[in-house]
């Protein structure tokens, strides 16, 4: 930086510059997977969940957790967009105007969505019918918003990939868990496949569970049970680990 | 250049909506073509499904009905394609296999074209009939094949745009679709379809019109009933022609 630059930039403008140099600074030096850098794929696992700590991206958990086969492919695809998008916003992020980032943030994500949607449907038809609206809903993941804004605008792109990687893997760990219980206790299922028995029309044409006289639980298949269940895994994870409880 | 000025904010959109832009219309055309021949080759898949089921034999070996089987075998199977009127007249210069019944079905029914397939397979003759309407969030559609009396169902398939997983889209499933097998549409002189009942009780009755429905999907369920009973019964007036004809023992 040469003095020249620097005396015109005003106080603000300098500080910034200084922070951006030394993220890219402290970048440079580390290993491709530091502590650091391992801590932003495991912390939103645990810690700092995206749907059980910060309470985002409910709307999705109910929408698409009646089954497991969803939430997997659900997952995988914000996996997807989610890292791309971080590295994509991560890049630019010295580019965009400060007033329409949001605007920015947008594109980029509806983007990749369409982009994913687009050839989906050319190459892999089948889970493009799979995913159906879901890819659609991926734009409106909060989560997704909320890292770029958050985590993109101010780290390099391969940190940011790490932190996308890391919430959106935050966010299918919980989607996965809900869906397992919900399609268990509400069809008797897991991913298709009768694991309690066959339920029959009667109780004799019935095998294992159904033929004991076990029913299944169809509030499981109603929305508010999904939240129902983040909430018991909320408070599973917070009698386990006891830091993320709240002071008042 | 400042980056916080209106002309430095407004190249940057303008240049970000041009690359987007190019981005994604070079995709879309690029993958078009392969798009259409997936839908087109689906739909093959469907019409032969109905009747065929998902596994056919082609030379003594059991193949699954894959969306490239179905390209290959449809003109084998399908013997005739009709376009109808509300009359029940066969319509000439209109392909059915190109009529698209999104737009079909909002036109008036004085205006609409019918497509109908008549399918020979294993000996048997069958009667697939397009259907279309809407579910819960979206449209729903399917295709139904009808046997040679033109009154028993041999099979059934449905897609959806937009049901909910798990719930309305189950409709896509095998064993749903199962249970309108051998299901009869007439009642009596007047086509009403096949109801999908809630709460249903008559196990595997198939003279009473109706089918167990799907726990949670009763706005799809009632959609599918509609579906079947307004889209059958337009049929009926051809039904009746064939049935008096001689060309319905062909």
Redesign the interface.
């Known amino acids: 930086m040469s003095d020249q630059k620097k005396e015109i930039k005003t106080k603000e403008e300098k500080k910034k510059e200084e922070m951006i140099l030394f993220l890219s600074k402290s970048e440079e030096k580390e290993a491709f997977l530091s502590k650091a850098n391992r801590k932003l794929l495991t912390d939103p696992l645990d810690d700092n969940n995206p749907i059980t700590v910060q309470v985002l991206g409910i709307c999705s958990a109910l ?2 957790t ?2 497991l086969k ?1 939430a997997i492919v659900m997952s995988l695809a914000v996996v997807f967009v989610m890292a791309m998008g971080n590295v994509v916003v991560s890049l630019m992020r010295n ?6 980032r949001i ?2 943030q947008l ?1 980029v994500v509806a ?1 990749l969505v ?2 994913v949607d ?2 989906l ?3 892999l ?1 089948d889970v493009s019918k799979q995913l ?3 890819i659609g809903l991926i734009i409106t993941n909060c989560i997704i918003m909320g890292r770029l804004e958050a985590f993109a605008l101010g780290n390099g792109p391969w940190k940011s990939f790490l932190d996308g990687i890391g919430n959106a893997a935050g966010y299918g760990v919980i989607l996965i868990i809900v869906a397992f219980f ?2 268990l206790l ?2 008797g299922k897991l991913l298709g496949f009768e694991i309690l028995g066959h339920k029959g ?1 009667t109780m004799a044409e019935s095998t294992g569970l159904y033929a004991l006289g076990y029913e299944n639980n ?1 509030f499981f ?2 929305s508010p049970m999904a939240l129902i269940v983040v909430g018991l895994v909320i408070w599973y994870q917070r009698s386990r680990n006891r830091k993320l409880i709240e002071e008042n | 250049m400042d980056r916080n000025s209106n002309a430095y904010t407004f190249i940057f959109s303008i240049a970000m909506v041009l690359v987007v832009a190019v981005v994604l219309s070079f995709l879309a055309t690029s993958l078009k073509p392969m798009q259409s021949k997936n839908v087109k080759q689906e739909k093959m898949q469907n019409i032969l499904n109905t009747f065929v089921g998902d596994s056919l034999e082609v030379d003594g070996k059991k193949m699954e009905l894959t969306r490239v089987l179905a390209s290959e075998k449809f003109d084998e199977y399908i013997k005739n394609q009709y376009t109808l009127n509300y009359k029940g007249e066969t319509v000439e210069g209109v392909e059915a296999f190109n009529i698209n019944l999104a737009t079909e079905i909002k036109k008036p029914v004085d205006e609409q074209n019918f497509p109908l397939y008549e399918a020979q397979y294993n000996g048997q003759s069958y009667f697939v009939i397009p259907l279309r309407g809407s579910g819960l969030w979206d449209a729903i559609w399917g295709y139904v094949a009808l046997k040679q009396d033109l009154n028993t169902i041999e099979g059934v398939i449905f897609d959806h745009k937009g049901e909910t997983a798990g719930l309305g889209a189950e409709i896509t499933t095998d064993w749903f679709q199962e249970r309108f097998k051998n299901e009869k549409i007439y009642d009596g002189n007047k086509i009403v379809g096949v109801e999908v009942k809630k709460g249903y009780s008559g196990g595997t009755d198939k003279s009473d019109h109706q089918v167990n429905a799907i726990s949670g999907a009763t706005i799809t369920g009632d959609g599918v009933t509609n579906m079947m009973k307004e889209r059958l019964s337009k049929y009926k007036p051809f039904f009746e022609k064939l049935k008096n004809s001689k060309l319905a023992i062909r």
């Open positions: 929408a698409i009646v089954q969803p580019l965009v105007p400060n007033r329409i605007i920015v594109v983007s369409i982009i687009q050839v449907k050319a190459f038809y159906s609206i879901f919900r399609e509400g069809s029309l169809g298949l109603l």
